[in-house]
């Protein structure tokens, strides 16, 4: 996620390549960045030194030695934290940052805080990001709100819908890639080629994306507009219904909480 957030933040503009900085501890990823002008280090002390925002996008299990390793930061400015760690909770990175930066530093150096679910769509622009403050004043908030919908959408939720959110966004688009794969396969042995059938479905989810963006409708009523009695639409949802489609998505979305 934090390669496709630079990726984002790289093709829509939203940032100059030399405002950014990358740490990580694989040569290659640094190589590639560094080509796309962004400033590389594999010293993660060194990469947050002078920022304003962090972005902690490792793996959960290992935020606890990089927070530990990060504060306090030799910046005395007041820096945003914003974590993409699933699962990782704002009292546990709170916990870290006061343990590592001493109680007698930790007015001074503990950043505000952010929890962020993005998902991999990011790096076109197009993620469903949720937002969550713990700790961040207005401006905060506004700051990174701005810097994450020039990527996509954005929704400020409360930490406890977290969990609901990455289901629903970040795991979410593998269910919908998931439909599009069935519809593909599904076109191939009704007489398409593999390839004219994937062009048909991705145009076909982007024109219901788009035209129910574009209205406002609800999903069941522009269903209405195109069903007629006893028509093939119908025939098709029923024996999808029959086969448990919508329960099978509902039960999909629950597995994840």
Not at 106 to 123: D, F, H
Request: proline share 3%.
């Amino acid at each position: 996620m934090g390669g496709s957030t630079v990726e984002g933040m790289l093709h829509g503009n939203v940032s100059l390549p030399s405002d950014i900085t990358v740490a990580d501890l694989s040569q290659e990823r640094l190589n590639y960045f560094a080509e796309k002008g962004v400033c590389v280090t594999s010293n993660n002390k060194l990469a947050v030194e002078n920022a304003d925002i962090i972005i902690l996008a490792v793996k959960p299990w290992i935020v606890e030695s990089v927070v530990k390793e990060i504060f306090p930061s030799e910046n005395k400015k007041k820096q945003i934290l914003v974590s993409f760690a699933a699962g990782v909770t704002s009292e546990q990175l709170k916990g870290w940052i006061s343990e590592a930066a001493g109680q007698e530093k930790a007015s001074v150096t503990n950043p505000s805080i952010i929890l962020l679910i993005p998902n991999i769509a990011i790096a076109y622009g197009s993620s469903m990001s949720f937002i969550a403050p713990v700790n961040a004043t207005e401006e905060d908030i506004n700051v990174v709100n701005g810097l994450f919908s020039k990527m996509g959408r954005t929704q400020i939720v409360e930490e406890r819908l977290l969990r609901a959110g990455t289901t629903l966004a970040s795991c979410g688009i593998a269910y919908a890639m998931r439909y599009i794969r069935a519809a593909v396969e599904g076109g191939v042995e009704i007489g398409f080629r593999a390839k004219e059938a994937e062009e048909i479905v991705l145009q076909t989810v982007r024109g219901a994306v788009d035209l129910l963006q574009a209205t406002g409708m609800h999903p069941e009523e522009a269903i209405d507009k195109v069903t007629t009695p006893g028509g093939v639409t119908i025939r098709g949802l029923n024996e999808m219904e029959h086969a448990g489609f919508t329960s099978s998505v509902i039960r999909g979305l629950k597995a994840g909480l």
